[in-house]
C-alpha cells in the first residue's frame, strides 16, 4: 500500500487553556513594545534637543562679539566645567571653537569633572571665588578678573509649560551661549563702573519687575554684568538728580511730568549729563517739548508692518533698517523686534545742526510700515491721511555744554518704543545687543 497519511487529532485553537496562554504572552509583548517605544521617544527627543539647540548656535559669530573680542590685549582662558552629556556642550563646544579662531587671544580649555576630578579639583581651588564649586559652568580669567556663567544662563527657558500643568520640567527653547559670553568678555575689559539711573514716579517700567512683558529685571542685570550699578530716583518734591548718575534711563514714562520735573531734567541736560529715553506708543508725558529743544520731534502715532510680523495686524515687526552709525554698526545684518513703535525723527529742519550740536537718525522702520495716527480706547483708527513707508524710530543728539568744570557732551537717545528691552523682547533676535551698544555708547565705552 502506498504512504497513508494519517489525520491527526488537534486541539481546538481556542481552547480555555489556550486562550489564557494567548493573553500572557500579549500582555507581556504589549509591555514590550511599550518600553521600546518610550526609550526610542526618549531617545528621539534628545536627538531633536540637541539638534534644536546646536541650530540656534550653528552660525559665524555677530559683528557685536568680533567688536568686543577687538578690545582683549591679553590672553583670555575660557574653562568649559561641564558634563559632556549635558544636552547643552555640543552647541557650547562649538560655540567657543568660534571664539579661539575669531581671536588668538582665546584659549579653551575643557574639564570633565565627573572623568578627570583631579582637573576639576585643580580648577576649583583656582575659581573657588567665581562659581562656588557650582556643575556646568562656563569659567573665564582675564588677567586677575575671573566671570562664571552657569548653565541655565546659557538658554532660554520656557517655564510656560510648567505653569501651566502640561509638562513636570522646565525646557530650553533657544540656545543663547554667544549672548552669554560675550557679555562676561566685555564685563572683563571694562575698568570702571558706571551708576545708572531708572526714573520712577510716572507709570515707568520698573527693574524690579520679572513679568515677562513688561518687566526690566532683565535689561537691569544685563546692565550690572556689564559692569554698571542700577538703581532708581524720584524726581519728585526737593529730590535731585544725584551727581554721579552716569546715565538715566526713562523707560516708558506714561504719565506727565511736573514742570519742576522737566526742570531738573534739562539742568542734567546741560550739566554734560547722558540720558536713555525708551517712549512708548499712545504715552504723553512733557518729554515731547523738552526733547524738541535738542532737535528730536516724538510724533504721536502708532506704526504696523504687516509685510514684516508674525501676525496678520503687523503690531509686532522685525527690523533692518539701520543707519551706519556706532551703535548700529555692529547688529549690521541682524535685526531687532519690536511692538507698535512710534516714529521719532529728527528736526534739523526746525533746529539746524551746528558745530556744538548734532541730530542723527539711527534706526527706521522697513519701507512697508504704515502709521495710524488716531485710537480710541485702545482702539487704533485708520484714516485716509495716514501714511506709508519708511519711518525713523530714533535719534540721537548730541551736544557741547559748558560747565564750571569746563566743556562737556551731552548725549540723549530716544527710542519710538519701550517693550523691546523689556523681560520678553530683549531675549528676541539682537534687541539684547542693541541695547547694550545704546547704552555702552551714551557711556563713552
Not at 506704526?303 to 522685525?318: C, R
Amino acid at each position: 500500500m502506498g504512504n497513508m497519511i494519517t489525520a491527526r487529532k488537534v486541539q481546538p485553537g481556542f481552547s480555555k487553556e489556550n486562550r489564557k496562554k494567548l493573553k500572557f504572552y500579549i500582555s507581556i509583548s504589549m509591555i514590550c513594545i511599550g518600553i521600546l517605544w518610550l526609550l526610542i521617544n526618549y531617545a528621539s527627543t534628545a536627538i531633536h534637543l540637541r539638534k534644536h539647540i546646536a541650530s540656534d548656535s550653528n552660525h559665524s559669530l555677530s559683528p557685536f562679539t568680533h567688536q568686543i573680542l577687538n578690545l582683549l590685549d591679553s590672553p583670555l582662558e575660557i574653562i568649559l566645567y561641564f558634563n559632556p552629556d549635558r544636552d547643552t556642550f555640543e552647541s557650547l563646544d562649538m560655540l567657543t571653537r568660534e571664539y579661539a579662531l575669531a581671536d588668538s587671544h582665546v584659549r579653551i580649555k575643557h574639564v570633565d569633572y565627573q572623568s578627570d576630578p583631579a582637573a576639576a579639583q585643580i580648577v576649583k581651588n583656582e575659581y573657588k571665588m567665581a562659581f562656588g564649586g557650582e556643575k556646568d559652568v562656563v569659567l573665564l580669567k582675564y588677567k586677575s578678573e575671573y566671570r562664571a556663567i552657569l548653565d541655565n544662563e546659557l538658554s532660554v527657558l520656557d517655564v510656560n509649560p510648567l505653569l501651566q500643568g502640561t509638562s513636570k520640567e522646565i525646557k530650553r527653547s533657544a540656545f543663547k551661549g554667544e549672548q552669554a559670553i560675550t557679555s562676561a568678555i566685555l564685563s572683563l575689559t571694562l575698568k570702571d563702573e558706571k551708576k545708572v539711573a531708572f526714573i520712577t514716579g510716572h507709570q515707568e517700567y520698573s527693574i524690579a519687575d520679572t513679568a515677562d512683558n513688561f518687566g526690566f529685571s532683565r535689561f537691569a542685570q544685563s546692565l550690572e554684568r556689564n559692569l554698571c550699578e542700577t538703581g532708581n530716583i524720584s524726581l519728585s518734591g526737593t529730590n535731585s538728580i544725584p551727581g554721579d548718575a552716569d546715565l538715566l534711563v526713562l523707560a516708558n514714562p506714561s504719565t506727565s511730568y511736573s514742570r519742576t520735573e522737566l526742570v531738573k531734567i534739562a539742568n542734567y541736560i546741560e550739566s554734560g549729563g547722558r540720558i536713555l529715553a525708551l517712549i512708548g506708543s499712545r504715552t504723553k508725558s512733557g518729554l515731547e517739548a523738552l526733547f524738541s529743544n535738542y532737535g528730536i520731534g516724538i510724533e504721536d502715532n502708532v506704526l504696523l508692518d504687516v509685510a514684516n510680523s508674525s501676525n496678520p495686524s503687523g503690531t509686532d515687526m522685525s527690523l533692518t533698517n539701520f543707519s551706519a552709525h556706532p551703535i548700529t554698526r555692529p547688529i549690521y545684518g541682524g535685526q531687532l523686534y519690536m511692538i507698535m513703535p512710534r516714529s521719532v525723527h529728527s528736526l534739523e529742519k526746525v533746529i539746524p545742526p551746528s558745530e556744538n550740536l548734532t541730530i542723527e537718525e539711527i534706526l527706521y522702520s522697513n519701507n512697508s510700515a504704515q502709521e495710524i495716527r488716531s485710537y480710541k480706547d485702545n482702539r487704533l483708527i485708520p484714516s485716509p491721511g495716514d501714511r506709508v513707508g519708511e519711518f525713523p524710530l530714533a535719534v540721537l543728539s548730541t551736544k557741547k555744554v559748558s560747565t564750571p568744570e569746563g566743556n562737556k557732551i551731552a548725549k540723549i537717545l530716544v527710542i519710538g518704543e519701550s517693550l523691546f528691552l523689556g523681560n520678553t523682547g530683549i531675549q528676541s533676535l539682537m534687541n539684547y545687543e542693541f541695547g547694550l551698544q545704546c547704552v555702552n555708547f551714551l557711556l563713552e565705552r
